[in-house]
């Protein structure tokens, strides 16, 4: 069964690129690796393209992206609200009983999990023609000596085109649900590439993509569909 299942993975994997790069009359389309660059990916759009200014554009957090974090740091407010009705408010400050203990505890995962969910989805993704440079984090590319200094940063001039590509998610489990998630990619000159975003609402993603193209005058090379045979659920 295990032998199955990794092969029917490999199978899709092989699927996943069946695309013709010969398409885009493009040597360099023809050299780049046309497989999911970033594994995973979320079945609904987690980001947007915002054109903060005519040298500035910038993806923001989509609401359901922060609904998590949101939900996590509402958890604790649940938490003393019972224990404000149930009168042990108090004794959260200084526990006494195992229950105070863990719902004290609770609360503390609950918000250290929602400010670590929320710091993640938030960090910056940002294309900017005053510092020359695409980035992904949260310090600004003009506060070191070169762009190539922060991680997953590329000068503007060396992003030579958009790949935007799918890439099949398998649900775990008799009940685990089966979806496409679309990258999109950055194509530098020398055919490395660099995930910009990465989620399953394809049409807007190709709006961000040509908002983007258009800003740096590149290509968006984009690799269709998944043919609809290739996407039945992997069996066990």
């Known amino acids: 069964m295990i032998v199955n299942f990794i092969s029917n993975i490999l199978e899709l994997k092989k699927k996943e690129s069946l695309v013709d790069p010969a398409a885009f009359n493009d040597p360099l389309a023809l050299k780049i690796d046309w497989t999911p660059l970033a594994p995973g990916g979320a079945s609904f759009r987690t980001h947007k393209a915002v054109m903060i200014s005519t040298t ?11 609904l998590f974090p949101l939900l996590a740091l509402f958890v604790p407010l649940l938490i003393l609200i019972a224990a404000y009705i149930s ?3 108090p004794f ?5 009983t195992a229950k105070h203990y863990a719902m004290l505890a609770s609360c503390i995962l609950f918000v250290l999990a929602g400010v670590i ?10 294309f900017d023609r005053a510092a020359n440079a ?37 649900g775990t489990g008799d009940h685990g649900s089966t979806y496409t998630s679309f ?5 530098r000159k020398s055919g ?14 190709l709006e961000d993509a040509q908002m983007i193209a258009q ?4 290509p968006v090379w984009d690799a269709g569909p998944l043919e609809k045979d290739h996407l039945q659920e992997v069996s066990n």
């Open 134 to 170: 695409f980035w992904k984090g949260r310090r600004r590319a003009q506060m070191v000596p070169g762009p190539e200094e922060i991680p997953n940063s590329v000068p503007l001039p060396d992003i030579y085109a958009l790949q935007v590509i799918p890439e099949k998610i398998m």
């Open 87 to 89: 009168g042990d408010l």
């Open 215 to 218: 800003f740096l005058n590149i």
């Open 117 to 126: 969910v929320a710091w993640h989805v938030r960090k910056a993704i940002v």
């Open 92 to 96: 959260l400050l200084k526990p006494q």
């Open 183 to 187: 990258e999109l990619n950055l194509v």
């Open 192 to 205: 490395e590439r660099v995930n910009v975003i990465d989620h399953g609402n394809k049409k807007r993603l």
């Open 56 to 66: 500035r554009i910038e993806f923001k957090s989509t609401f359901l992206n922060l």
